[in-house]
């Protein structure tokens, strides 16, 4: 085997998980699932049949990743946060042709009790605070907060604020971490050459 599974966990057959992934106590991996390498499913996840796992990801403790949901590489989900696949569900009307797709792109981080409604796409490097509500499309290295969520600055792919406005022309701001530099232009920044090592 080239993942680990403890006893507890359920994976189903058919499910692909990629080396070096750990499934841990109580988790439950349907059989239509595809999981990357490096990946860590914490105790009680459960991954549906129709859901794409990058490779690299973390999903902490008590997450379900639903059908229609796709992490890419290096995506963090915190302990508890949701999502969804049916946008006004009801138990007396089946909706299972109605799942929307949910992206999260390369990098995000999905904070603690935070919901994602199904339909968006979540940026690269985006960070969502804890317990936030995302309803709406977030750009790549968006900060968000809140109930619903509103943007209220930036982060560096190395997770850290940076000091700079919600938009603007031109402005820069460097990593402290890594060094690399960050330029904002109109509403949308993108990440520059490392100025030093």
Not at 152 to 178: F, K, N, V
Request: charged fraction near 20%; proline fraction near 4%; hydrophobic fraction near 35%.
């Amino acid at each position: 085997m080239s993942h680990y599974q403890h006893p507890s966990a359920i994976v189903d057959p058919g499910a692909q998980i990629g080396e070096s992934s750990r499934v841990w106590h109580f988790a439950h991996v349907c059989g239509g699932a595809r999981i990357g390498e490096g990946v860590s499913l914490g105790q009680n996840v459960f991954v549906g049949n129709k859901v794409v796992i990058g490779d690299h990801c973390k999903i902490q403790n008590n997450v379900s990743v639903y059908d229609n949901v796709t992490l890419e590489d290096g995506v963090f989900c915190g302990p508890s946060m949701v999502f969804t696949n049916v946008y006004n569900p009801r138990s007396l009307v089946e909706r299972k042709s109605e799942y929307r797709d949910t992206l999260v792109r390369k990098g995000a981080t999905l904070g603690a009790n935070c919901t994602i409604v199904c339909g968006v796409t979540i940026g690269e490097f985006a960070f969502i605070g804890a317990g936030a509500v995302i309803n709406k499309d977030v750009p790549d290295y968006a900060l968000m907060v809140g109930v619903p969520a509103r943007q209220i600055g930036w982060m560096s792919e190395y997770g850290e604020q940076l000091e700079l406005p919600l938009r603007g022309s031109g402005e820069e701001a460097i990593c402290t971490h890594t060094g690399a530099r960050y330029v904002l232009t109109g509403e949308k920044i993108n990440k520059l050459e490392k100025t030093h090592d």
